[in-house]
Protein backbone atom coordinates (compact mmCIF):
# COMPACT_ATOMS: atom_id res chain seq x y z
CA UNK A 1 0.00 0.00 0.00
CA UNK A 2 1.09 3.70 -0.94
CA UNK A 3 2.07 6.00 1.73
CA UNK A 4 3.28 9.45 1.63
CA UNK A 5 4.12 11.45 4.54
CA UNK A 6 5.04 15.26 4.11
CA UNK A 7 6.52 17.46 6.74
CA UNK A 8 8.35 20.70 6.69
CA UNK A 9 5.13 22.85 7.10
CA UNK A 10 5.08 25.44 9.57
CA UNK A 11 4.31 29.69 10.30
CA UNK A 12 6.54 31.97 7.98
CA UNK A 13 6.77 35.75 7.75
CA UNK A 14 6.38 37.09 3.97
CA UNK A 15 9.56 36.58 1.76
CA UNK A 16 10.77 33.59 4.01
CA UNK A 17 11.19 30.34 2.62
CA UNK A 18 9.96 26.80 3.69
CA UNK A 19 11.10 22.99 2.54
CA UNK A 20 8.57 20.37 2.24
CA UNK A 21 9.86 17.03 2.65
CA UNK A 22 7.17 13.94 1.08
CA UNK A 23 8.27 10.32 1.68
CA UNK A 24 6.68 7.73 -0.25
CA UNK A 25 6.91 3.81 0.87
CA UNK A 26 4.94 1.08 -0.93
CA UNK A 27 5.96 1.87 -4.30
CA UNK A 28 8.44 1.99 -6.75
CA UNK A 29 9.23 5.20 -6.15
CA UNK A 30 11.96 6.28 -9.24
CA UNK A 31 9.57 5.49 -11.50
CA UNK A 32 6.69 7.14 -9.71
CA UNK A 33 5.42 11.18 -11.42
CA UNK A 34 5.29 13.25 -8.25
CA UNK A 35 3.49 16.38 -7.21
CA UNK A 36 2.60 19.19 -4.99
CA UNK A 37 -0.76 20.21 -4.69
CA UNK A 38 -2.00 22.83 -2.09
CA UNK A 39 -5.30 24.15 -0.71
CA UNK A 40 -6.45 26.91 0.67
CA UNK A 41 -9.67 27.77 2.63
CA UNK A 42 -12.75 27.77 0.53
CA UNK A 43 -11.06 27.00 -2.77
CA UNK A 44 -10.25 23.98 -4.63
CA UNK A 45 -7.45 22.17 -4.31
CA UNK A 46 -4.85 22.98 -7.69
CA UNK A 47 -1.49 21.42 -8.39
CA UNK A 48 1.68 23.37 -7.19
CA UNK A 49 4.63 21.67 -8.78
CA UNK A 50 5.26 18.11 -10.68
CA UNK A 51 8.03 15.83 -11.38
CA UNK A 52 8.62 12.60 -13.51
CA UNK A 53 10.68 10.11 -13.11
CA UNK A 54 13.28 11.67 -15.24
CA UNK A 55 13.55 14.96 -13.65
CA UNK A 56 11.55 17.48 -15.82
CA UNK A 57 9.17 20.13 -13.78
CA UNK A 58 5.89 21.98 -14.29
CA UNK A 59 4.40 24.60 -12.19
CA UNK A 60 1.62 26.82 -11.70
CA UNK A 61 2.08 30.05 -12.58
CA UNK A 62 1.67 31.57 -9.74
CA UNK A 63 4.95 30.07 -7.95
CA UNK A 64 7.00 29.74 -11.14
CA UNK A 65 10.66 31.47 -9.98
CA UNK A 66 9.88 31.11 -6.23
CA UNK A 67 9.01 27.45 -5.94
CA UNK A 68 11.42 24.59 -6.87
CA UNK A 69 10.58 20.71 -6.83
CA UNK A 70 13.01 18.05 -6.39
CA UNK A 71 13.76 14.28 -5.85
CA UNK A 72 15.68 12.28 -4.34
CA UNK A 73 15.31 8.66 -5.68
CA UNK A 74 17.88 7.02 -2.83
CA UNK A 75 15.47 8.31 -0.46
CA UNK A 76 12.38 7.68 -1.92
CA UNK A 77 11.40 11.52 -1.11
CA UNK A 78 10.21 14.63 -3.06
CA UNK A 79 11.00 18.18 -1.90
CA UNK A 80 9.49 21.47 -2.21
CA UNK A 81 11.28 24.41 -1.70
CA UNK A 82 9.61 27.86 -1.31
CA UNK A 83 11.17 30.83 -1.45
CA UNK A 84 10.08 34.38 -1.65
CA UNK A 85 6.74 33.26 0.31
CA UNK A 86 3.51 35.62 0.00
CA UNK A 87 0.51 35.14 2.26
CA UNK A 88 -1.58 34.13 -0.89
CA UNK A 89 0.89 30.94 -0.22
CA UNK A 90 -1.16 29.96 2.70
CA UNK A 91 -2.74 26.68 2.42
CA UNK A 92 -2.49 22.97 3.19
CA UNK A 93 -0.02 21.62 1.07
CA UNK A 94 -0.37 17.73 -0.15
CA UNK A 95 1.99 15.66 -1.66
CA UNK A 96 0.42 13.08 -4.56
CA UNK A 97 1.85 10.52 -6.83
CA UNK A 98 0.65 10.93 -10.07
CA UNK A 99 -0.93 8.86 -12.80
CA UNK A 100 1.13 8.47 -15.95
CA UNK A 101 -1.64 7.69 -18.18
CA UNK A 102 -3.42 11.33 -17.21
CA UNK A 103 -1.48 12.92 -14.34
CA UNK A 104 -4.23 12.67 -12.34
CA UNK A 105 -3.45 12.10 -8.21
CA UNK A 106 -3.33 8.25 -7.11
CA UNK A 107 -2.62 9.05 -3.56
CA UNK A 108 -2.35 11.54 -1.38
CA UNK A 109 -0.67 12.33 1.81
CA UNK A 110 -2.20 14.00 4.60
CA UNK A 111 -1.07 17.16 4.10
CA UNK A 112 1.20 20.39 5.56
CA UNK A 113 0.29 23.49 6.50
CA UNK A 114 1.87 26.41 5.69
CA UNK A 115 1.29 29.82 7.03
CA UNK A 116 2.46 32.94 5.65
CA UNK A 117 2.13 35.75 7.94
CA UNK A 118 2.27 39.60 6.31
Known amino acids: QVQLVESGGGLVQAGGSLRLSCAAS????????MAWYRQAPGQQRELVAR???????NYADSVKGRFTISRDNAKNTVYLQMNSLKPEDTATYYC????????????WGQGTQVTVSS
Open 26 to 33: GTIFSINI
Open 51 to 57: ITSGGST
Open 96 to 107: ARVRLSDFSPSN
